[in-house]
């Protein structure tokens, strides 16, 4: 997942429904694919800007815009201007990276999501829905609808006969979907991590800590508000959402509820990793002291021993300077003794489970 | 426990309401026993899969399909036509592990609950109740219902004059009460794990108390969402529950919050071994610090009195160079002078209380 | 208060409304003692469990059946068949502890509080309230009933002159007031603890702190949920709580939140304890570590000069070597170079403000 | 403000409604004072207790009977006897400290807020309040009503047209404005330790942190429940309160809510000092240990050096017996390397930047 | 952002409705613009304190007063005059800085923000509305009004042609929007920290993040109740803010959540700043104590062997006293030693990967 954050806002005190360019937009032409179907009928064909204006109503099928690339504002003008969009909405549209949230404007309704799909960076996925059309937006090729269209090439499943709201259903549900093995990914390094920090705790395993928490945090921000989103379209009733697709929204919303609780599960073991990183540095701390407090408990003393016999005090003034130093057995006895100190010494560094 | 995370998903884009055998499930044959009762008839037999479509309506009875193994998704798939199951009901039994829920589909309902008796891996249990039809799932043989199955055959208590909802909450019970001892067991590690880290702080000991804080987790996440769900059930005003029977879910949904009581102290304990753990270590710092520090004080300055009388200057080149040297009782007193700087020292130390 | 968890369960799986001895409840009798009251008329008498069945109804008085010791199921089973009390109320007794609570059963209520009071053990009180009856249940003798037996006595007061509500408001006042005193106790030894702290930071200080910690703990598990039963009490509109004694539990009510504040601020101190400890601790390696760093800082420098001066160099072979061995003042100029060495350093430490 | 803690509670068991004087109430005779007055009238006056029964009642006008000391339980009751207010009404105002609050007693309606005002101990105001008729009683000479009072008697602003419920008002304002110079003076302390925890970071700094968070406590117990309260005067709809007097209700809670922040702002900030004082401790330390380190690693090899050549093999015996010690250079070279380890290690912390 | 705080309390006990300057008000002259327009005509004056109380009414039209300073109180008393401004409402104007918050005062509206505009000091944006009129006041020139009064001068987007509720809008999201700027920075100084920790963890830095957590902390404190406040906006039905209107109130709202997302993602980032600073100093710490052991546990025990044969016992009085000194090959044997035991040392600071 990308890094840098990018920038979220027009400048301050544009005037409201200002449509522009991303900055990150690049220049790839956007591509629309419209996809136009019922239970019998199955049309898809690419669009160009200049035929939007004049795009027949869905008319009893269901209508799906599909928009690649925020390049071109002109193309979400017309867009709105077609289906009577809130300009506000065509705002979130270009101005990425929304918040995941639902917004109804009377007949319509907007949906942002973020797709998360390991290893590209964040998308925003922007869905607007009015009778019988849907308008998704992506910010560049790759997406997890393909299943979806699959399905409704090939008329499998119930797709080809619900409406729009299910297809709204189906989108959303490939978008959350995408984030499970992205999670699995992300928990298969918590317990990398794991095994690292036991073996060697270096301040490199505390830097990955560091960034599985970021990523940790970028698939929450994506995640919390989505669930708020998808309650908001269970609770909410209007037309646009029939209640028998409800049924689906609400496995969706569970759907989230799951990456929420896995999400914090994983921020749990994550932080508990920060514990242990910190416990064992200072074990590794207590172990350094250990060797240095055992070495010199150890030579010190007997050093101090050598140096004591290694004065000159002249023992021909007199018989009490140093007579040791004369005796036939001084330098065995002195040897002797140095051994007991140091036996003693681990001695006690045993019983006390040092070593 | 087990302490490998399955994957609790299926390929993203998967159409809604695919069913397919979970990767874990292995391939031993699904078990499907019938039971069927009321106050004065019980009949209990096996029942082979092709059965299914030609189960007979339990007629004013109780019918309790016991569907043991995962293995088979084309069961699940003949049991939800049987009895009219929503797709997404059907998906939740099969895409284990599922967060304990319930999910309310018109007619009949979802149970999901998750089933942890140590020393068993969690278990996930899947109950679906239609009208005086209850059908449990669950992923292996072994679990906690032989209780229910023995008041069923001996037609004690009120199990066999009641419906479909009294067996529903004897089988949430059972499922439910099966926890406390696992969390006996916990609350016993827990205590055991105080007295270790006392006796030996040991980065094994840390470790311990890691994996038992994973291991409350998991029953924490078992926990919380089953007193949800039992709290749905609770205030859903719907055909299937009947009011009598809710003041023995109220029963249950009690249970779940003794049991997260239980957890939640638990954990709060596990998070003060944390503490201690950490206290524990750098006591021991201390003490080791402490020894480096006494003798290092003690034979340092010893030492250096050593070095200084093992100096060669020469004394026969001035009176003023080592004059001690000479002296009848020059390493008398020293030796003395060594005596009284080891006994301040350890004086000091003394009333520093370090010794 | 005892320090071991009792088991808070049945049997997983035992049937619903199973009434069985505790495990804990010992072999002591059961004492009944039944108090027959209104303005006018008083009667207090102990009752035999056979007498049970045949007790007359209250009959505009009120009737308050104080049970104590829970060895002997038959009895509270043949109570709750006297006042026709649910199976599962009657297994609330017995299974003790459970949570403080408070459940309506249509006709009749069951209040169960923890009563804490210093020095016994947390004891269950259970209350059952039908239509001008209490039942209470305790689990041993000794309670903090006796105020309150004194007044029905005495005549004193309104109690007389009251409903059975107004007697189940008085019990439970006495049951919440007596953690008053016990607070204050745990609030004492906190501050004490605080003095113990700055003292002297000994691993038996934490080991008292995370003491005290438990106790606050097993207090705020009696006291939240008494919380919530008060409040449960007040909201609910029933016949058994007449709306002029609710003015009283909701007295009750502020008292349980009294208490709530009390022990939140304890735990918080308490917590705050856990800072400071290991702050002393801290503190206390700092000034291990300045001792040993001073001692050795200024006796290692001074250490080498001497040993430089103990090199064996050939004076003779060269007059490059040593010659300062053979100066007049050599020796006194090494003592000097010593002093200002060592004065140098006590200067810096003095400087930093470490003596 | 003062630290110890007073009892809170009469003793468990104590009848309800019981009055007896607080243990700290003293025996200074209880000072009563009588407003009355309305847009026209004004009149001050002191009562004394057997006036109390025959005050009459205020007729259009409002009446404020400020009563200072609680030693004397007789005038409380004589009070709540007068104006009817509700036995545990009158018994909060004498067990002092409760918990800030508003209770409805069905036409009467109780007031507790806490008033602290630097360097006072914390004080108890309670208020009742019927038609036309405020109460209010403190507990000691010396509080926030003198503004008030300037104003009734000047017959400034609106308050002499107003009723009680402005007087009342205008009472809580009093009190809760008399918080913000304590918070002030608090806010500046924690500016102050800030820099101190810099410039020294010694245990009393430590202690005085904790006093701080403490003060702080104390403050927050008064001012969450007077912000529920206030919130409680709003939201209840009552005769006592006019809606035109709950927009000055509501100027109060936002009082308490700027309040809240400040406290919490100040909370934040004191644990960021903890945590400040954590790290300068560790940097202190770390400190020491370079200090340590340096000394040790330039002169524990340069001793070792000298001690080399201080040793005694019999150059006599054999060439190979250190012949540097007869070498013409011998001492230099030595001086020189000694030179050269120091130089390397004096680089090597150069480069590590301890030094 | 300026680091002071001010005063935010008039005197306690002040009558409320007191106005009175702000003590940090300075005495620039007030600077009142009015702005008057509606889809056709557009005017913009200078707008001296005396006419105030002669300002027609706006009659179909908007009249926006835009008020630059606050030294003058009778300037806001005679617009409170002029428009009926409730006394309390008037007086927030002047006690700069209130908490953000929408006040509803029966038919006019009082709306506070805080403006945090980079590096400028927070300044209180006071907003009242009645009946097509919107008065703005602010503390000092310099605003994130530029832009409106733009589209307002040149007629642009549908400012013009709506009421006074969407010039509130404007102005409010104005203000909102200019926080994004300032949250970049704050961000991009997050993120500059956190090379900074990795690469020096100087106590410099832990200030510096002491101060990015101030600052973000002044940032939430006037984001958080923005967003209540722009909620309530959202959810009061009144006839000064019609429905069409919300939408956009909702799009402010919106962005404080965007707001307060980022500010606590950037509040978890700091926050985990100081733990791996915290980290830092251990591994620091670590690096120090290796250092000092691998040189004391290199040296020491080579130094004692030097002090050894530096003892001088008497080789002449006895075979036994040193024999080694007289080898030929003693002092080559010696240095053979000391290299394996140095070897022997590196071999196991290699080993344990210290070096």
């Known amino acids: 997942m990308a890094r840098k954050r990018r920038k979220r ?16 937009a690049g220049d790839a032409p956007v591509r629309i694919t419209s996809f136009r179907y019922d239970a019998n ?38 867009i709105g201007d077609r289906f009577r969009i809130h300009s506000l909405a065509l705002e979130d549209v270009l101005n990425v990276p929304q918040r995941p949230k639902v917004e109804w404007y009377g007949d319509h309704l907007l949906v942002v999501l973020s797709e998360i799909r390991y290893p590209d960076p964040p998308e925003q996925m922007t869905f607007m829905v009015t009778d019988g059309v849907v308008v998704s937006f992506q ?22 006969s619900e409406g729009a709201d299910y297809l709204l259903y189906s989108l959303c549900d490939s978008v959350l979907d995408a984030f499970f093995p992205t999670l699995e990914r992300l928990g298969d390094e918590v317990e990398e991590m794991e095994d690292q920090v036991l073996a060697s705790p270096e301040p490199e ?37 029939r209640p028998a ?7 969706c919303y569970d759907h989230t509820i799951q990456l929420m609780d ?23 701390m207590n ?21 004591l016999y290694g004065m000159n005090f002249d023992r ?23 051994t007991i100190v140091a036996g003693g010494m681990l001695y006690f560094f045993r019983r006390k489970r040092w070593i």
């Open 205 to 241: 395993t505390f830097l990955a800590i560091r960034r599985l928490k970021r990523e940790l945090m970028t698939v929450r921000h994506a995640v919390w508000p989505a669930r708020d989103a998808m309650n908001l379209l269970l609770i909410e009733e209007h037309a646009l959402i």
């Open 287 to 307: 172990e350094i002291m250990k060797v240095l407090t055992i070495i010199s408990a150890l030579f010190i003393p007997l050093g101090f021993l050598a140096g």
């Open 9 to 24: 806002y027009h400048a301050p005190g544009t005037q409201p429904g200002t449509l522009a360019a991303h900055a990150e």
């Open 245 to 251: 697709t409800k049924v689906f929204f609400r496995d």
């Open 41 to 78: 009928r199955y049309e898809e064909r690419a669009v160009v800007p200049s035929e939007i204006p004049s795009l027949p109503s869905p008319e009893g099928e269901v209508l799906w815009l599909d928009v690649c690339g925020l390049s071109d504002p002109s193309v979400v003008q017309a």
């Open 139 to 160: 910010e560049r090729p790759g997406d997890a609808f393909e299943p979806v269209r699959v399905r409704l090439r090939q008329g499998r499943g119930r797709i080809r």
């Open 262 to 284: 896995m999400v914090e599960t994983f921020r749990e073991m994550v932080s508990g990793l920060v514990d242990q990183y910190m416990s064992a540095v200072s074990n590794r």
């Open 316 to 338: 021909s003034a007199s018989p009490h300077n140093m007579p040791e130093l004369g005796w036939a057995y001084g330098y065995p006895a002195i040897l002797l003794l140095m």
